[in-house]
């Protein structure tokens, strides 16, 4: 019954319709892959990248008026290269990087301290009628990120 059918007409047989099933899925993958990849790779080559705006960091100051010192502690925020915040008092402008005897890139990072007295590079005595300002100073702007004065 089963053994006398002709299958010369049909494509059990033939191996043309394999070959052919074959390439239509290959073919059929390839286009999904170049779609998807392209889609991607256009994703991330025209993505705009999102400005989160000026840095932020809140510092913490304490006072030694019988040395004339003053500790700078990093407390919180963004980690800044330690050459971007500049520490000033209106005569003198020094980098945290130098203060602290860092490179300019390293990262200031929470709890990481500075001392500005006549021995730093700060190179001046701090008083308690002194106003110590940190700036950063990165790219082509300036923002003030924490002030120190005792009025």
Known sequence: MFGDRDTSDSFVGDQRAVTINNVAAV????????VIGGGLGAAVLFAEEEDTGPPSANFTFNYFDESDTLLVTKEEGDRLPAGELLVTNGNVNV????????????????????????GSAFSRSVSST???TIYWTGGNETRKLDEWTTE
């Open 95 to 118: 980098t945290w990087a130098a203060v602290a005897n860092v490179n300019n890139t390293t990262r200031v990072k929470q709890g990481d301290g500075i001392q500005l007295s006549r």
């Open 27 to 34: 073919a059929t993958l390839l286009v999904f892959t170049v």
């Open 130 to 132: 002194d106003k110590i």
